[in-house]
Structure formats: C-alpha cells, structure tokens
C-alpha cells in the first residue's frame, strides 16, 4: 500500500492544500458522478456509490500523488454500449450487467499486475487515444442533446442520430426543458470565463436544482431524477440473473480494462512528471483493479483515473492521497445526510453537465497536427474517429486496436533502413550532403529486431543494394545493435545463407556491435560460418578502421609485389 506508507509520514504542513483540494475535488465530483450515472444508464446512487470507496481504495493502493479515481465519459460510454442490447430494457438487469462488468474489469486488472503486464499502457497508441475520446465524445454529445431538449431518439446510431436530429427539434423538443438546459449551459459558460476555478458543475447543478425546487419542475413536464434510495440494488433481485450472460462480457471487459488502464496512466504520468516523481505502472494496475472491485462490491461501477478532477486536484495545491480520502468524506456525508435533495436535479441539467464535459474533451485540432508529423498516425487516428462514429464504440474500439497492430506489424516486417557513411570528422550519420560514403564499403542499418518473418526482406534488401550500387561493394557493414536482439534460428541461418550470397559476389560481411553475443548464438546453434566473408567486431568504428587497416595491407602487398 503506497498510498499508507505516505499517510503515515504525513507533513502536517500540506494538510490546509490537501483540504483545500480534497473540498475542490468533491464539488466537481458529485454533480458529475451522478451524470454519468445517468450516462451508464444505471441508478443516480451508483454515481455515488462509484466514487466514495474507490476513491478511499486508490489512495492506499495507489502510487500516484495526485490522480482522482472515480467514473469516466469513455469507459461510461462504452460499458453503456456493452449492457444496453444485454438488457432488453430491463434496469435491474441492467445493473447487474454492470457491476459483473466492473467486477470482472477489476479481476482481469489485478492479473494483469500479478504477471506484470504495466507494459500495456503503451498498447493503445496516442492516435489511437485521441481518435476513441473524439469519437465518443461526439456520440456523448448527440445522446444527450435528446435529454437536454426533452425527447428521445427512435435511432440508435450516431450517424442515424445525426440525420434525425433536425427534424427531432423541431417536431419533438420541449420548450421547458430547452430553456432550463440553455440555463444551466449559460451558467457553465460564464463561471468558466469569469471564473474559471470555480466547481461550474456543481454550482448549475445547485442553482438549478434549487430552482427546480422552488419552482416544481415536475408541474412543466420537466423531468427530474426522482426519489434517489441509498439501498441501491436489492440482493434478492440476483436470484433471477441468468449467468450465462456473464460470457458475453469477459471480451469487453478486458478491452475496457486496456481503455482504463491506459487513459489512467497517461494521466498519472503527466502529472508524476510535472511533480517530479515516478509511478509504478504494475502497481497502477493493481490499484486500478483493487478500486474496480470496490466499486462493483459497493453496487457501483467502472471507474479510471479522471483527467478533470485530477486537474482540479493539482490547480489547488493536493499534495498527497490524502485529497482522495477527504473527497470520498465529504461525498459519504452527502450520501448520508442529503440524499433527498438531489432527486430534484433536472435531467436535462445533467445532459448538459455531460455535453459540456464532452466537449471539453473534443480535440480535433491534435488529430490534424499529426498529419505533419507522421501521416501513419493521422490516419490511424482519423480512421479511429470515424471508425467510432460509424460502426459504433465497442467495434470502432475493436478496429482500431487492430489497425494499431497491423501498422506496428508493417513497421517490424518492413522498417526503414538507412545506408551510412563519414563526415569530414570521421563521424558516422546517415548519408546526406555533408555525410559521403566510404570507397567500396556499405554501411547498413536496419531499424527493427530480425525475426523469422523480416530476415527474407533483410537479405532481399541487402543483396538489392549492393547489386544496384553505382560503384563494386567489397564490404557490407551491419549495424547488429538494433537488428540482433535475440537469438532467433531463422535469422543465423539466414546470416549464414546470406554469407554463401556474400561469396559469389566476392563480398565480406561485417557485424559490428553485440560480437560476443553473436559467437555464442553461432557456437549455440552449431553453425559454422565462412570465415573469409564474415567479420564479427564490437562496433561500427572499429569495423571501419579494420577495413582501412585491411585496405592499406592489400594495398602494401600489391605495391611490393609490383616492384
């Protein structure tokens, strides 16, 4: 427990920041955890119940100092997606989707820890991250404009959703309902102009949870959350939940897992950097796990690191885990004591509450900085985007991991390469206008790990060179550092099939870098290798001036066998 080793050794001097922070934290985190509740399309309740222990379950397991657990806009969108068709419109059943989902989530994160997989928050690239959270803030965007003008959608897709929604407004909005959204949007705008440090959320929600008091919403045909229960979920509703449906979740909750994971990691990271100190990625994703299981066991569920509230946790100087703990208080007290005043929240008001949170998340902007950096990427994120759009989260999510890995697969089974010469220091770069080849000499450096899949297109492209080089190649240096990595059978015999090419054209083959590493792997596999057209030396440098040292005995013999 991380988080417990730091609140044992506690600085009373950082406990007004931590309070500070800790009340900050809360107040954006109780208007939001009910939305997107709303969102998952559970009980407003389990809003609560996601955040109060998850939260108290980070901060003693987790390594971070600063990151806020607690419900997020993707994973929310997405466990929707997962549990809608499952449900058949039935809420309990629904429910208990969910919290087998976060359960399960949770399980498949603590065994991800065990075998040390903290790796995996590099699966899911940036473009990719960035293409997802555009995409599903979009259909966030749309899904709830229907709850913010008093109607329901009859299509369930983004697209269909998109082409229906003139029409819908015209014909279906609710006058009411609009003006009170457009209220609540107003208030959110202003408070973030004028006042940008202010929990905006939590004061719309108030404001017009008062009003909606005050004024009896409910008599314009406004819709509200009702009667909120801190019972939750009945235990004996479970003795009808049908088991079997339990297998049409193991598959998307492992993806969620990867989702949350990976979006609560960038987050970690960002904000250990900037306050100078490491995470440890395995012990994420214990904590990570450990918070999930919490938040099914409490009739909650899935939670990730938040990048919004663990922003308004750094913007107020929270120091320590300690933040975490004061928030789940105060969030508990709230629970406790004021549960009736919330089931007069409007529900357009948390529409609006998530259409402005999904549009903060909107980045369309990075999407399109990348098509000058690296178009691979631009593409994978804007096919990722529309992917999302199109054919729906959990499939749009699906492609574009697969995407990813075929792109990574094309960069190991034909990377770049580069030929290499010296600069009039005698440094070796990669050849361009102050960087010329040596005289009958190729340098060659192939930028992957050689496998038995890329060793055919190694060789291929070796021979290719040296065949169409404009002047004779009677030395072929190998960078071996990147290309040799680990002793692949494929790949020594293929080195081998490659000297006895080597030969024909009357070529040496020169190995620098990784020499005593490659003698074992050869005397290992029992391959003798041609001695006369392979060299094997410890670097680049010394490879060249080997060469130049042979170079000027041949050239000493010619001459004295001349004279």
């Not at 709850?147 to 983004?158: L, P, V």
């Not at 060659?444 to 002047?471: C, G, H, M, Q, W």
């Given at each position: ?73 993707a994973t929310c969108a997405v466990i929707a997606a997962v549990v809608t068709p499952l449900a058949f419109g039935d809420p309990v059943l629904r429910w208990q989707l969910v919290i087998i989902m976060t ?130 979920l009945p235990l004996s509703s479970w003795n009808s939940f049908e088991i079997g449906l339990s297998r049409e979740l193991v598959v998307p909750s492992i993806n969620i897992a990867v989702i949350c994971f ?53 913007a107020n100087g929270g120091k320590t885990q300690l933040v975490s703990i004061i928030a789940a208080v105060i969030i508990g007290i709230v629970v406790i004591f004021l549960l009736s005043p919330l089931q ?220």
């Amino acid at each position: 427990m991380p988080g417990l080793g730091s609140l044992f050794s506690y600085e009373r001097k950082n406990l007004s920041y931590d309070m500070k922070a800790g009340l900050s934290v809360a107040a954006v985190a109780l208007p939001v955890s009910i939305a997107y509740a709303e969102l998952t399309g559970v009980g407003a309740i389990a809003g609560l119940y996601s955040t109060i222990l998850p939260l108290i379950a980070y901060a003693l397991f987790g390594s971070s100092r600063q990151l806020i657990i607690g419900p997020d806009t993707a994973t929310c969108a997405v466990i929707a997606a997962v549990v809608t068709p499952l449900a058949f419109g039935d809420p309990v059943l629904r429910w208990q989707l969910v919290i087998i989902m976060t359960l399960m989530i949770g399980g498949w994160c603590i065994l991800a820890s065990r075998l040390h997989l903290g790796a995996l928050a590099d699966l899911l690239s940036r473009p990719i991250l960035i293409g997802l959270l555009n995409g599903i803030s979009f259909t966030i965007i749309i899904d709830q404009i229907g709850k913010a003008s008093g109607f329901k959608f009859e299509a369930s897709g983004f697209i269909e959703r998109l082409i229906e929604l003139p029409m819908m407004m015209i014909t279906s909005a609710h006058v009411n309902t609009v003006l009170v959204s457009l209220a609540t949007l107003v208030i959110l705008i202003v408070i973030k102009k004028f006042k940008s440090r202010w929990p905006a959320p939590l004061i719309a929600v108030v404001i017009m949870t008062f009003c909606s008091w005050l004024i009896n919403f409910e008599s314009y045909d406004i819709s509200i959350i009702g009667h909120i229960t801190s019972e939750g979920l009945p235990l004996s509703s479970w003795n009808s939940f049908e088991i079997g449906l339990s297998r049409e979740l193991v598959v998307p909750s492992i993806n969620i897992a990867v989702i949350c994971f990976v979006s609560m990691m960038i987050t970690a990271r960002s904000f250990a950097a900037k306050n100078n100190y490491d995470i440890d990625a395995n012990v994420e994703f214990r904590a990570l796990g450990i918070a999930n299981i919490v938040a099914g066991l409490s009739q909650g569920f899935v939670v990730s690191g938040t990048s919004s509230r663990t922003a308004v946790n750094d913007a107020n100087g929270g120091k320590t885990q300690l933040v975490s703990i004061i928030a789940a208080v105060i969030i508990g007290i709230v629970v406790i004591f004021l549960l009736s005043p919330l089931q007069f929240i409007p529900v357009c008001v948390l529409g609006i509450v998530l259409i402005y949170s999904s549009w903060s998340l909107i980045d369309l902007k990075s999407i399109f900085q990348l098509r000058n950096r690296n178009r691979d990427a631009f593409y994978l994120s804007l096919v990722t985007l529309l992917a999302v759009l199109i054919i729906g989260i959990i499939p749009g999510m699906g492609l574009a991991v697969l995407l990813g890995l075929l792109l990574f697969l094309r960069t190991v089974f034909r990377p770049s390469e580069q030929l290499l010469g010296v600069d009039g220091a005698g440094l070796i770069h990669t050849i361009k206008m102050d960087v010329n080849p040596i005289p009958n000499v190729m340098i060659y450096r192939f930028n992957s790990p050689l496998t038995y899949f890329n060793i055919a297109y190694f060789k291929r492209r070796v021979l290719t060179l040296i065949d169409e080089s404009p002047t004779p190649i009677k030395w072929v240096i190998v960078d071996a550092v990147p290309s040799f990595t680990y002793p692949d059978v494929s790949v020594l015999s293929g080195v081998e099939e490659l000297i006895r090419a080597f030969k024909v054209r009357d070529a040496v083959l020169v190995l620098a870098g990784r020499k005593g590493t490659l003698e074992r792997w050869f005397s290992d596999m029992h391959i003798d290798l041609d001695k006369n057209h392979l060299e094997l030396v410890s670097d680049l440098y010394l490879a060249v001036r080997m060469i130049q040292s042979k170079d000027q005995m041949d050239d000493g013999s010619g001459s004295s066998s001349s004279s």
